[in-house]
């Protein structure tokens, strides 16, 4: 499964290298403040990251109610194979 993912993310890094470099149109961003130029690959970087980090900071109280719900889980597995070892004898 490592192996896959690896290739897997090699082949989505060479995609977006590959975007970023047809990419490279600069494009106009006010600010309220101000206003600058950035290239539009550049943009569409910082907002694709700040997306994913907004959607994995989101779903880290899930996760984490998951991994307590293995934990709880492995331990009445391990309490109850004992009983059945002991209905056993």
């Known amino acids: 499964m490592g192996g896959f ?3 897997l993310g ?3 890094a060479i995609a977006i290298a590959m975007f970023g470099v047809r990419n490279l149109h600069t494009v106009l961003v006010e600010y309220y403040f101000g206003k600058n130029e950035f290239p539009l690959f550049y943009i569409l970087i910082v907002t694709f990251s700040f997306g994913f980090f ?3 900071f989101a779903g880290l109280p899930e996760r984490f109610r998951s991994k307590r719900h293995i934990r709880f889980l492995e331990k009445r597995v391990s309490s109850l194979g004992g009983e059945v070892r002991r209905d056993q004898n």
């Open 54 to 56: 907004i959607c994995w």
């Open 5 to 7: 993912r690896l290739v």
């Open 10 to 12: 090699f082949l989505l």
